[in-house]
């Protein structure tokens, strides 16, 4: 039976694992999680690698938009967020959400950029009195 | 006891002469007659006269009771008349004081009412002012809520049917740009 880790652990070991190139960390992640019973903590233990990742220069931003981003908008997404962090090495997670209806939002680690013509309509909407 | 004296009279008058008797005139008739006039004056006199002048006395001292209490009564009426015109003029006096102390007591009672009027009109032209102002802003309000959800229902209507990718690249740009 595998030993109890602790998740700063865990996502110390599997960031660093990351970086080197391994390419079946995310099976010996979730083999680890089963064997250990915690299975539940997944998405925990996920945004706790992203963090390791991001304090070792590697961003993982979560970005939704209306529409399929183009090249040139993932690449200004990519040069702003390291603008803005000290990541070098920035991963984009794309989805696209139509009800967004137009702009970006951008979820990373430890911050969110929500450009997003839904959050300014519901922006508009606060403003009620 | 005339008829007796007649007699008598006529019996001497026949039987004597002279000058009452050229005369026509019969002396002892006439003594006779004046005996008979002296009786009925003294029986007058005395038992006639004195119940007249009694009566007369009585009536003349009742009218001078009267007349006494005639000048009384006047001098007492005009005593009373003086005296009415004193009341009178002591009671016009009077309620032309009463008169003017109403009517000033009317006129402050007139004009406090008309000031205690006066404050509540501006107290009730006040509270409709605040209560319009109330209203309006409570209008404003609902407008403005009312615009901004009619404007992003527009929004969303409109932006949802006409946006496209190139045009959403530009979007994302310029709110990158817009953070920069």
């Known amino acids: 039976m595998a030993v109890r880790l602790s998740r700063r652990k865990i996502a110390t070991y599997y960031a660093d694992q990351l970086l080197a190139g391994r390419a079946d960390v995310a099976r010996e992640l979730a083999a680890y999680l089963i064997d250990t019973k915690r299975t539940r903590e997944a998405t925990l233990i996920i945004r706790d690698v992203e963090d390791a990742l991001e304090k070792r220069g590697v961003m993982v931003a979560d970005v939704a938009s209306a529409f399929q981003l183009s090249d040139a908008a993932k690449s200004a997404i990519t040069s702003f967020l390291q603008a803005h962090s000290s990541a070098s090495d920035v991963r984009l997670r794309e989805s696209v959400d139509t009800t967004l209806l137009g702009g970006v939002r951008i979820n990373t680690p430890s911050d969110e950029f929500d450009s997003t013509l839904r959050k300014k309509l519901a922006q508009l909407k606060a403003t009620k009195v | ?180």
């Open chain 2, 1 to 180: 006891m005339e008829y007796v004296l007649t007699q008598f009279a006529a019996t001497e008058s026949a039987t004597e002469g002279g000058i009452f008797g050229a005369l026509g005139i019969d002396i002892t008739m006439l003594v006779l007659q004046a005996i008979a006039f002296l009786i009925l004056v003294v029986l007058l006199g005395k038992f006639v006269y004195p119940v007249l002048i009694k009566a007369v006395d009585d009536r003349q001292e009742k009218i001078e009771e009267g007349t006494k209490a005639a000048i009384e009564a006047e001098k007492k009426a005009d005593e009373a008349k003086s005296e009415v015109a004193q009341l009178m003029k002591q009671a016009r006096k009077e309620a032309s004081e009463i008169v003017a102390t109403a009517k000033d007591e009317a006129n402050a009672a007139i004009e406090k009412s008309e000031q205690r009027a006066k404050v509540r009109a501006e107290k009730i032209v006040e509270s409709a002012h605040e209560q319009i102002e109330k209203d309006v802003i409570a209008a404003k309000k609902a407008l403005h809520n009312e615009t901004i959800d009619l404007v992003a229902l527009a929004t969303e209507k409109v932006v949802g049917k006409t946006i496209s990718a190139s045009a959403d690249d530009k979007v994302i740009a310029a709110a990158i740009k817009e953070s920069n």
